[in-house]
């Protein structure tokens, strides 16, 4: 699939430095489906970190598999920004949640919650109806 990596420098004004502002563009939670099927569906289909024991993130870490990734995250309260000026976003439990193909076995299915989002952008995500995150 073609794919590129960008990153951006933004002067001091236009910055993201805030959990406010980055809570304006960047999201790693299911959305409502009620209240927005069609992002509810993008997410579901190309925002959900499939990790098992096959995926190429996993990896032999004392004691055993993990995903490099850090899937599952942890459940956030609100967006967090660490000493180094990195987010952790928000990630609410018991939210809403998506039923997706089990990647060990195509026949059953999941359910998973916030824990599995990759960070999206909302308006990105529907505009090209894709993955990219943050």
């Known amino acids: 699939m073609p794919?590129?990596?960008?990153?951006?420098?933004l002067d001091k004004e236009?910055?993201?430095?805030?959990?406010?502002?980055?809570?304006?563009?960047i999201s790693a939670e299911i959305?409502?489906?009620?209240?927005?099927?069609?992002l509810y569906d993008i997410v579901t289909k190309f925002m959900i970190h499939r990790a098992n024991t096959?995926?190429?993130?996993?990896?032999?870490y004392s004691p055993g598999l993990r995903c490099s990734k850090h899937f599952p995250r942890a459940?956030?309260?609100c967006t967090v920004i660490d000493d180094n000026s990195y987010p952790s976003y928000?990630?609410?439990p018991e939210r809403f949640t998506a039923t997706i193909?089990?990647?060990?076995?195509?026949?059953e299915s999941l359910t998973v919650g916030n824990e599995w989002v990759v960070p999206y952008s909302p308006y990105l995500s529907?505009?090209?109806?894709?993955?990219?995150?943050?």
Do not use: G, V
């Open 3 to 9: 794919h590129a990596h960008i990153l951006l420098f």
């Open 14 to 25: 236009s910055q993201f430095d805030t959990p406010q502002k980055i809570d304006e563009i």
């Open 31 to 38: 959305p409502d489906p009620a209240d927005d099927p069609e």
């Open 54 to 60: 096959m995926s190429s993130c996993m990896k032999d």
């Open 75 to 77: 459940f956030m309260d």
């Open 90 to 92: 928000c990630r609410r």
């Open 101 to 107: 193909r089990n990647p060990m076995d195509k026949k």
């Open 126 to 134: 529907k505009r090209y109806k894709a993955h990219i995150n943050f």
